[in-house]
């Protein structure tokens, strides 16, 4: 069995953790949504990759009220509402979730346009570079 002391530093270091984790996300979360879709603006939507998407999803899921979601929203360029549709399909895709996903997807439908949504699911994938043969 664990001595009192072993028990109180183990605790300690989990206290820790904890701590550390809350002030990283919500410093994360800080950091402006737009801010955030512009750094993957430009992927392709095959190109996205459940670690770059999830912490957005969970970003995204802090907020559920419908006119907090379309405030934001309002506050995006046409690219950055494109890379905010791609993440919610990804997140979809991912399983990541849902509920919150239909919610801002709904927004973004309705203030970026049908044109968001066919942005994001017709956008081509980058030509691979050549290689010169030799």
């Known amino acids: 069995s664990l001595s009192n002391k072993q028990t109180n530093k183990r605790h300690r270091v989990a206290t820790v953790s904890v701590l550390y984790c809350n002030s990283y996300f919500s410093a ?6 737009s801010a955030k879709l512009g750094e993957i603006s430009d992927a392709h939507f095959a190109q996205l990759e459940e670690s770059v998407v999830a912490p957005l999803v969970t ?3 802090k907020t559920t009220d419908q006119e907090a979601i379309a405030e934001q ?6 690219n950055q509402q494109d890379a905010l549709m791609k993440v919610i399909y990804k997140g979809f895709q991912f399983g990541k979730n849902s509920t919150a996903l239909f919610n801002w997807h709904a927004q973004v439908a309705e203030i970026g346009g049908s044109g968001c949504i066919v942005r994001t699911l017709t956008s081509k994938a980058p030509e691979p570079e050549a290689t010169e043969e030799e």
């Not at 994360?28 to 949504?33: D, F, I, T, V």
């Open 73 to 78: 929203v309002k506050k995006l360029n046409q």
């Open 59 to 61: 970003l995204m899921a």
């Open 28 to 33: 994360s979360y800080k950091m402006s949504l």
